[in-house]
């Protein structure tokens, strides 16, 4: 994606009707807390990057929540840094890539306070029921996917997922990376 493919005006719009489930969920943590931890810093900030999401409009993005906790200084001193970081802008300059679905699964499993990781994965069923439903996905889908999950089959479940709220596309991609999730859906919806 090229850098300002997306604008901050559309964020919501878009965690809302592309997102996938991972990154949705950390939208509206930071939307309702106003922080987020390392972890979900860093798997938000490196997927909105890789969706097109600009440096100047990241740290306006990130700025604009943490200084509703916590004074400009110390957002500046403690978090603009690794967002630059992300951009390849510090440290050893290079540009740091989005997280894979393999590596939000199987790695750095979020702690309590968390919400970093894939909900497929590590949300109870109890919980992942709840926030499919918020999203419409009820009654024999919604079966489906937790028997998908029981079965450890996480990312065929966000696969379902996503077909079950993009009714008819035509062809759906299994679902390998966040990244991949999102211009599939936004493909979808633009055409
Ligand atoms: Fe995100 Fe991948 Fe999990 Fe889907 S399977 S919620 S895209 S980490």
Redesign the pocket.
């Known amino acids: 994606k090229v850098e300002g493919a997306i604008s901050l005006d559309q964020i919501d719009t878009l965690a809302k009707r592309s997102m996938?489930?991972?990154?949705s969920n950390l939208h509206s943590h930071l939307r309702s807390a106003h922080h987020l931890k390392h972890g979900g810093r860093r798997q938000y900030g490196l997927f909105l990057k890789d969706i097109g999401l600009s440096m100047e409009d990241s740290l306006n993005f990130w700025r604009a929540e943490f200084t509703q906790m916590m004074t400009l200084d110390k957002f500046s001193k403690s978090y603009a840094y690794s967002i630059r970081h992300n951009y390849g802008k510090e440290g050893r300059r290079v540009e740091s890539r989005a997280f894979s679905?393999v590596r939000?699964?199987t790695a750095n499993a979020p702690g309590p306070a968390d919400h970093h990781g894939?909900?497929?994965?590590h949300f109870s069923p109890e919980k992942l029921a709840h926030t499919l439903t918020a999203k419409g996905v009820g009654g024999a889908g919604l079966k489906e996917i937790l028997n998908l999950i029981a079965g450890h089959h996480?990312?065929i479940a966000?696969t379902r997922y996503f077909e079950l709220t993009h009714p008819d596309a035509e062809t759906v991609q299994p679902?390998e990376?966040?990244n991949a999730?999102f211009t599939q859906s936004e493909a979808y919806w633009r055409a």
């Open positions: 996938p489930l991972c990154m679905c939000i699964i894939c909900p497929f994965r996480y990312q966000c679902i990376h966040p999730f």
